[in-house]
């Protein structure tokens, strides 16, 4: 069984940093490109960071460009997402996704909150 946890949000101060985790069960993170996305009120969930480990490239959206990090641990078959400088409004419930042979897995979601 394909599963996402995902867990690392929290309340956080402006400026400050966070690190989210999602572990995966079922399938190796290798296989595929794994995305951060991430939700707030009222606005539709938008694409913030993806990785290929087998392919060796990472892309992130460009108002998270040079403060968040993708990476992928494969040993623990875990990515993670290391947010920097981290502002209100990257307030939101971020979730991990995968898709494999044409379905889409989700984490249940983790809520950051950036306080100003």
């Known amino acids: 069984e394909v599963q996402l946890q995902a867990s690392g949000g929290g309340l956080v101060q402006a400026g400050g940093s966070l690190r989210l985790s999602c572990a995966a069960s079922?399938?190796?993170?290798?296989?595929?490109?794994i995305g951060w996305f991430r939700q707030a009120p009222g606005k539709e969930r938008e694409g913030v960071s993806c990785v290929s480990r087998s392919d060796g490239w990472t892309d992130h959206a460009d108002s998270v460009v040079g403060r968040f990090t993708i990476s992928v641990d494969s040993a623990k078959n875990t990515v993670y997402l290391e947010m920097e400088d981290l502002k209100p409004e990257d307030t939101a419930v971020y979730y991990c996704?995968?898709?494999?042979?044409?379905?889409?897995?989700w984490g249940q979601g983790t809520q950051v909150t950036v306080s100003s």
């Open positions: 079922g399938f190796s993170f290798d296989d595929y490109v």
């Open positions: 996704h995968v898709q494999r042979y044409g379905i889409d897995y």
